[in-house]
Each structure stands twice: as C-alpha cells, then as structure tokens.
C-alpha cells in the first residue's frame, strides 16, 4: 500500500526505489479501473475502443504539439527496440550514439545499444557509438569547467565525426532523459539542444527514454527531458514502467513526419496487446490520481526537502561526496576520498543492506555501484524521508561503521540480530536436508 510494502509477515518496508509503483502500491483507483474494465472487456488491438482514443489525447496534452503520434506497447524494451525502428526507417541510416554505462532493455537490439550490458558480453558493434556520461561530478568534464556543456557536446559531435569520416551515418541519439543506471545523473541544461543539433545535422533524431524519469516523478515537470528547457523538443519519447503503475504497458510518441516515413513501409504495426481497453483504462487511471493528487508538487516539496537532509548529512560525513537531484530522482554519490573520489562501492553495498534491516528498501546504481538511489512512489512523504536520513546519520556515524564500514574489509559482519527466519524459509532449509518441521513443532 502507498509506498510501503508487506512481507508474508506482515512488516512493513519502506520503498525507497520503487519507481514502477509510480502513484503507490495498489492505488484503489488504478485496481478499481482495471477491474471495472476487466469485467467489460478486454481484447487485442484489432477492435477499436475509446480508451486507446482517451489515452493518446490524454498522453498528448503533456507533450509539446510536435509529438502527436501514439504507438502502444508492453514493455519499455518493446517501445525502445520501436523507437530504433522508427528511427533507421525515417533516416535511412543505421549507426546510433548512445551513452556510457547507459541501459535501454533487455531486447537483442537494445543490449546492442546499452553498453551497461554489451561491455559485459561480446562488446561493441560497429554501428554503435558511445559517449561520455555528461557527469559534472566524476565525469571527464567536472564542475570545475569552464563550459562542461559545450565540452559533453562537442564529444559527441567528435564521435559523429569520426563515424562519418568512416563512411557510416547516424539514425538516432538514445539517450535517458536523466541517466539513471548511469548513476542518478542530472545532465546540464542545455545540453540536450547542443546535441540535437549535431545529431540533426548528421541526419539523425532525438529519442529521449522517459522509462524510469517520466510521468512527473522530477515534479516541476511532466517529461524529464523539458528539465533542458521549453525548446527542447525529442524527435521520440519512450515511456514504460510508471505508465501502468505495474502493469505491463509501454509507449511510443513521436512526429507526423517520422511516422509517415514508418507507414509507407507498408508493413503495418500491430501489437497484439498494446493498447488494449484494461491496459489503456489503468493509463488513464494514473494520470488522474498524478494530478488528483498534486503528486508533481509533492514530488517537489518532498524531494527538496530530502536533498536538504541529505546536504546537511553531506557536511557532516566526508563519506558523502555529492548529492544530486530532481523531484523524486536523487542520488547520493559516496566515496572514499575527497580528492580522487574514488566510488565507495563496499561502503553503498553494507549501507543498503543495514537499511533492509532496518526494513528500508534503497539501492545502488551507477559504474561503481556507489550511488545510493531514491526514486520511491511519488506519495513517499516528509517524515518518510527524515526517518531515512535519520538511520542513515545513524549508520554511519555509529562504531558500526567506524568498525565494519570504510576502514575494513569485513563490511557485513551482523551488527545486530536480523529478524527470525521465516517459517517456510525453515522448512525448505529442513526439507533440503530431508528433515521434517512437525506442525507441532510449528
Ligand atoms: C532507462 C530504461 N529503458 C528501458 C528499460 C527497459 O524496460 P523494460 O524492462 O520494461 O523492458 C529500462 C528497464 O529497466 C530502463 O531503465
């Protein structure tokens, strides 16, 4: 419920993470309109209903006029591997240029583009290009340039250089609105529209992956990408995980002109349950509890007031070297030394564990695995947020830390005794040793 969820106990865990159940667990509202619709009908997208209608010009009025076209689907892999159809079908081209350490699905062509993945497998292909993360704080270009827009900017126009000097032409940039695998970045402003216009240039669109950043989670806006200002406008815009408030649907949005160019293959896109009447229903469903319930402004108040926390806890632990974010997107970068900062990856790992004790769920992310992340449902509140800057100031200053954290390598020796094992953990543990627990014994 909300932003806590239940184990077969009964405790309660606050979510810290869960940016799929986007308005909160099992809103009434989103369990009611997929009911409601579930008793009427639901069918593939061959029969024509209004809520596909609905949504689409629902979804249209948060976007810029420019992105008018809808295209339905299951999964943000599917809207991605779409949008790179989308992409080589309007330009011609096939290279893309995406960025370092950044993720875009699970799909054979997507882990081609995600080099958070090829990197760990057979590498890079020859039609992908990848640039450096514009990360003001471990990046190449630090906050200390004197232009590190400009700098990110001209690199990938390096990159589309390079390529063309080898004959090769660029479809699509793919880039996450705010790179979050890539470690709860927040690109500088425009940096977005340098980019494009080197991409554009090229031959090439925009895509911006809206899949985990979407749908008012940085609260002063809908879309993350508008965070680069009102001129920016994506050539695609990809949408998943929150649309359905864990329900399995996906989008494309993007131009007349792009997809024109898609529709004169002749080859139809059909998908045989995107967009149908439930899922659509639960589409509308979230928009209405996001502005039923002000969540963009709450995102807003609640996060600033957990990046001031997280500030002040800055002063105080060196361990904290940098505190990013926006709405309910931050990151808190740790590290080991101030100077090289080099990522305090062990440090992240028994922090997140110790909150679990204390049944707080966060993780990590980022290239060192050293960035704490926050991305909760957007009804996470204050007092959830001062209750886990509070354990967190705790950890950390404790001899806990002193003793198991950064100064050694044993960082998960127990602290304290964890919570009883589960029964039924018990018993298959029992099982696998051909014992038996006695209901008595239970
Ligand atoms: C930025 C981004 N794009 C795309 C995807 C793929 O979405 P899905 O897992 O729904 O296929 C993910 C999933 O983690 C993601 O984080």
Sequence with gaps: KGQYIYDEHGREYLDCINNVSHVGHCHPDVVKAAHEQNQLLNTNSRYLHDNLVDYAKRLSKTLPEKLCTFYFLNSGSEANDLALRLARQYTKHEDVIVLDHAYHGHLTSLIDISPYKFRNLEGQKEWVHVAPLPDTYRGIYREDHKDSVLAYANEVKKIIDQAQKKGRKIAAFFIESLPSVGG???????????????????????????????????????????????????????????????????????????????????????????????????????????????????????????????????????????????????????????????????????????????????????????????????????????????????????????????????????????????????????????????????
């Design 184 to 442: 709860q970045i927040i690109p500088p402003e425009g940096y977005f529209q340098m980019i494009a216009e080197h991409v554009h240039k090229a031959g090439g669109v925009f895509v911006a992956d809206e899949i985990q950043v979407g749908f008012g989670r940085v609260g002063k806006c809908f879309w993350a990408f508008q965070l680069q200002g009102e001129d920016f406008v994506p050539d695609i815009v990809t949408m998943g995980k929150p649309m359905g408030n864990g329900h399995p649907i996906a989008c494309v949005a993007t131009t007349k002109e792009i997809a024109e160019a898609f529709a004169d293959t002749g080859v139809e896109y059909f998908n045989t349950f995107g967009g149908n009447p439930v899922s659509c229903a639960i589409g509308l469903a979230v928009l209405d509890v996001i502005e039923k319930e002000h969540l963009q402004a709450h995102a807003t108040q609640v996060g600033n007031f957990l990046m001031e926390l997280l500030n002040q806890q800055k002063v105080k632990h060196p361990i904290i070297g940098d505190v990013r974010g926006v709405g309910l997107f931050i990151g808190v970068d740790l590290i080991k030394d101030q100077e090289k900062r080099t990522p305090a990856t062990k440090e992240a790992e028994y922090l997140i564990t110790r909150f679990k004790r204390e049944y707080i769920l966060l993780s990590t992310d980022g290239p060192g695995r050293n960035v704490l992340k926050f991305k909760p449902p957007l009804c996470f509140t204050m007092d959830n947020a001062k209750l886990v800057v509070d354990k967190m100031d705790e950890i950390l200053t404790g001899d806990e830390f002193e003793a198991v954290g950064p100064k050694s390598q044993n960082c998960f020796a127990p602290v304290k005794a964890r919570p009883s094992l589960p029964i039924v953990k018990l018993k298959a543990i029992l099982e696998n040793f051909g014992l038996n627990l006695s209901s008595e014994a239970l």
